[in-house]
């Protein structure tokens, strides 16, 4: 749980920025990408990030409630490109709306009462949890998969280390 808006806002600039690293690295050929026959594809989780940014906040009243565009863009720089302005749209919001004071309030979420203060873990570890499955998918379709928490892979490589085991 978040106390200071400020902490949010510090882990969200690296969470976003890591996400945004991630998302450059997807193609437009990679957006069907998928584990198995009836699971999301690569485009449809890369969607779900932008649209789940404007989703949990407009639930929690950061942002104002608005149907979410189902339609996963085709183009994989669109999707990063509306990642961005989401995710710009939604901290200088919250910077404007809330307060530290604030987060430690009782707010309906998904048929719960949630502190305000959850809400903002909820939005980052929702992300990371959708983000490590799209790397997954990146890695079935041949993508190059950044590190985000450390090396990846071929960032061991290029620094002539094996990855640890």
Same mark, same amino acid.
């Not at 106390?3 to 510090?10: G, P, T």
């Not at 928490?149 to 490589?157: I, L, R, S, T």
């Given at each position: 749980m978040y106390?200071?808006? #400020?902490?949010?806002?510090?882990d969200w600039a690296y969470e976003s920025q890591a996400t945004t690293k991630v998302l450059n690295n997807i193609t437009d050929e990679s957006l069907n990408q998928k584990v198995y026959e009836d699971g999301r594809t690569l485009g449809v989780l890369a969607w779900h990030l932008v649209t789940s940014l404007e989703t949990m906040p407009a639930h929690a009243g950061i942002l104002p409630q608005k149907a979410p565009n189902t339609n996963v863009p085709k183009n994989a720089k669109t999707i990063v490109a509306e990642y961005e302005k989401? #995710?710009?749209?939604?901290?200088?919001?919250?910077v404007e709306k809330w307060t530290d004071d604030s987060l430690k309030d009782d707010i309906p979420m998904f048929g719960q009462t949630w502190k305000k203060g959850n809400v903002l873990s909820s939005i980052i570890l929702h992300q990371t949890h959708h983000r490590g499955q799209i790397t997954v998918l990146m890695r079935q379709a041949g993508l190059k998969v950044p590190g985000v928490?450390?090396? %990846?892979?071929?960032?061991? %490589?290029s620094m002539n280390m094996n990855s640890p085991q």
């Open positions: 106390y200071k808006i #400020s902490d949010f806002e510090n989401v #995710s710009k749209i939604l901290i200088d919001t919250l928490y450390g090396p %990846a892979k071929e960032e061991w %490589a």
